[in-house]
């Protein structure tokens, strides 16, 4: 039996595993969010980066891709997180990380977009730059017709900081 996992980061544009088929998509009551922090990809323990996942938002839509996965190996290979199998959205798998710091020690939360462009800008780890995930991830949304104003506001800021240094 297929199951279909929903992307709205980096899955979007690098999905690391085999899929059968991908669609482009989108999932009612939720928003993108970079409240994620990353110290093992886009930052470190002592420097994070941050990533995105979801909170919930009555009335938006966030898009993203879908993936159908048949082969069992491949199903085990895009649930690599055991708290990544809870069903969401009409069979959709996704992820979304608790703002709940007993279960997500990473969780940093909402800041003004100035801070969150700033620690973007500074975090790197062993996937590379916070930057390019964040510029990866806005190339992805604009290649599916996606324009997101929170993703758009910090990719904007993070280039205004750039270009002053």
Same mark, same amino acid.
């Given at each position: #039996?297929?199951? &279909?996992?929903? /992307?709205?980061?980096?899955?979007? &544009?690098?999905?690391?595993?085999?899929?059968?088929?991908? @669609?482009?998509?989108?999932? $009612?009551?939720?928003?993108?969010?970079?409240?994620?922090?990353?110290?093992?990809?886009?930052?470190?323990?002592? !420097?994070?980066?941050?990533?995105?996942?979801?909170?919930?938002?009555?009335?938006?839509?966030? &898009?993203?891709?879908?993936?159908?996965?048949?082969? $069992?190996?491949?199903?085990?290979?895009? *649930?690599?997180?055991?708290?990544?199998?809870?069903?969401?959205?009409?069979?959709? #798998?996704?992820?979304?990380?608790?703002? %709940?710091?007993?279960?997500?020690?990473?969780? *940093? /939360?909402?800041?003004?977009?100035?801070?969150?462009?700033?620690?973007?800008?500074?975090?790197?780890?062993?996937?590379?730059?916070?930057?390019? !995930? *964040?510029?990866? @991830?806005?190339?992805?949304? *604009?290649?599916? /017709?996606?324009? %997101?104003?929170?993703? #758009?506001? @910090?990719?904007?800021?993070?280039?205004?900081? @750039?270009?002053?240094?």
């Amino acid at each position: #039996m297929a199951m &279909w996992v929903f /992307g709205y980061g980096s899955l979007i &544009w690098k999905a690391g595993f085999n899929y059968d088929d991908r @669609l482009v998509g989108f999932i $009612k009551d939720y928003r993108r969010v970079f409240y994620q922090g990353s110290t093992d990809h886009r930052g470190t323990p002592e !420097y994070p980066g941050r990533t995105v996942t979801l909170e919930p938002a009555h009335g938006e839509v966030c &898009w993203g891709a879908a993936y159908k996965i048949s082969k $069992k190996e491949d199903k085990e290979t895009a *649930l690599t997180d055991p708290t990544a199998t809870t069903p969401a959205i009409s069979g959709v #798998m996704m992820y979304i990380g608790s703002p %709940d710091k007993n279960f997500n020690e990473n969780y *940093l /939360g909402p800041a003004p977009v100035k801070e969150i462009a700033k620690q973007i800008v500074h975090a790197e780890g062993p996937s590379g730059p916070n930057r390019e !995930y *964040l510029f990866q @991830l806005e190339k992805a949304l *604009l290649q599916i /017709g996606c324009k %997101d104003k929170h993703v #758009m506001d @910090l990719a904007n800021e993070v280039r205004r900081i @750039l270009s002053e240094v």
